[in-house]
T-cell receptor, first 115, second 114 residues
């Protein structure tokens, strides 16, 4: 069975600084996706970034980028130029490619951006 | 991505009663899911809502407690039956559109059971 581990329950960063959130996963699958989702306080869960395992190039979305290390089963999220609106719970998630589309979530990292 | 709405957005219910949560999508989607997020915790998949057939439940979740309907490709309901305070959670639906393997989430329903 697949597992996703986020070892940082809480993190804090100053506005305009850079922060990296860690995620590791365990799987015997070779074809899968990895995701970072953001859940602001009392607001909707939104997709931040997605990585396809067969792609070696790290995904980027504006200020958000990932460091995908397939052999090490590591998938960290880097947020550059942190903004107050980045304050949220961040969840790392794994999905085996196939018919079921089931997401397996980590326990989350609560990120606080300080002014 | 699809626009997903859920009703109600929140509710406070008495133990022993049932609540039905609706999930509506503005376009046809291939797959719909229901998740539970207990206070301060991550998301746990309850079931996959299958159009025109019975839902597929994950371990620890049963149809008698969480009956699910999906009459068409844009709508699903989740009922939380015979509620107890332990059912107090956020319930979220998610969808996977065509030509994508990415799930998008609804705004959630915050349920409090007294």
């Amino acid at each position: 069975a697949q597992t996703v581990t986020q070892s940082q329950p809480e993190m804090s960063v100053q506005e305009a600084e850079t922060v990296t959130l860690s995620c590791t996963y365990d799987t015997s699958e070779s074809n899968y996706y990895l995701f970072w989702y953001k859940q602001p306080p009392s607001r909707q869960m939104i997709l931040v970034i997605r990585q396809e395992a067969y792609k070696q190039q790290n995904a980027t979305e504006n200020r958000f980028s990932v460091n995908f290390q397939k052999a090490a089963k590591s998938f960290s999220l880097k947020i550059s130029d942190s903004q107050l609106g980045d304050t949220a719970m961040y969840f790392c998630a794994f999905m085996k490619r196939g018919a079921t589309n089931k997401l397996i979530f980590g326990t989350g990292t609560l990120l606080a951006v300080q002014p | 991505s699809a626009v997903i709405s859920q009703k109600p957005s929140r509710d406070i219910c008495q133990r022993g009663t049932s609540l039905t949560i609706q999930c509506q999508v503005d376009s046809q989607v291939t797959m719909m899911f229901w998740y539970r997020q207990q206070p301060g915790q991550s998301l746990t998949l309850i079931a996959t809502a299958n159009q025109g057939s019975e839902a597929t439940y994950e371990s620890g979740f049963v149809i008698d407690k969480f009956p699910i309907s999906r009459p068409n490709l844009t709508f699903s309901t989740l009922t939380v039956s015979n509620m107890s305070p332990e059912d107090s959670s956020i319930y979220l639906c998610s969808v996977v559109g065509s030509n994508t393997d990415t799930q998008y989430f609804g705004p959630g329903t915050r349920l409090t059971v007294l």
